[in-house]
């Protein structure tokens, strides 16, 4: 079974509109953190926000925001007010708890293609 | 500050060949990882090293490997490439401390795109 589904290959978004991107994950650690990077076509990958098992409020960095609804195990990224940089391929991660200190592994999902229009 | 840097940033191999990928990380950062990223898909992880050790490694053949020096660069070597080999392969770097999930992002460098015919 997938650790990470991203279930929407390609999405658009009208600029200064609001966006979400679905991720779902499949974990039985009760510890773990999910992820959310950005990839624009220049390859790099760009860290955006993060939310952990345990965080009781759902994370926000500026514009991205993150829908955390643990019993659904969904991490849903909410883009605001779209701009035409955000058009990238958009991955969500997670790590879990039993990586170990000093240990660091990410898996991730497949991406979503987000493409802003003018 | 330098972000991370890897080199090359691309390469063009024959199948047989062996290849080096080389990576500096941030200043302080003590971990390095990475992740192999074929066209369409997501990053897959392939070694992870902290303080000079392989802390994790990934479902990849013994054709790969890795390793990293006291400055804490690393390179990834692959031997025997083959062409399924061919990818854009990533480097991330992160403090290396703690054991909370959420305790080291990963800074990630702008990647190695890895060609093999």
Not at chain 1, 63 to 85: C, D, E, T
Not at chain 2, 49 to 56: F, N, P, S
Not at chain 2, 72 to 91: F, P, Q, R, W
């Amino acid at each position: 079974a997938q650790k990470i589904t991203q279930t929407q290959p390609g999405m658009f978004v009208q600029e200064k509109e609001a966006v979400t991107l679905d991720c779902t994950y499949d974990t039985s650690d009760p510890s773990y953190g999910l992820f959310w990077y950005k990839q624009p076509s220049s390859g790099e990958m760009i860290f955006l926000i993060y939310q952990g098992s345990y965080d009781q409020q759902n994370a926000t960095e500026g514009r991205y925001s993150l829908n955390f609804q643990k019993a659904r195990k969904s991490a849903n990224l909410v883009i605001s007010a779209s701009q035409l940089g955000d058009s990238a391929m958009y991955f969500c991660a997670m790590r879990e708890r039993n990586s170990g200190a000093g240990s660091y592994q990410l898996t991730f999902g497949k991406g979503t293609k987000l493409s802003v229009i003018p | 500050d330098a972000g991370v840097t890897q080199s090359p940033t691309h390469l063009i191999k024959t199948r047989g060949q062996q290849v080096t990928l080389r990576c500096s990380p941030i200043s302080g950062h003590k971990s390095v990882s990475w992740y192999q990223q074929v066209l369409g898909q997501g990053p897959q992880f392939i070694f992870q090293y902290y303080e000079k050790e392989e802390r994790g490694r990934g479902n990849f053949p013994d054709r790969f490997s890795a390793r990293q020096f006291p400055n804490y660069s690393s390179e990834l070597n692959v031997n025997a490439l083959l062409l399924g080999d061919s990818a854009l392969y990533l480097c991330a770097s992160s403090i290396g401390q703690g054991r909370a999930p959420g305790a080291n992002v990963l800074t990630f460098g702008a990647g190695s795109r890895l060609t093999v015919l």
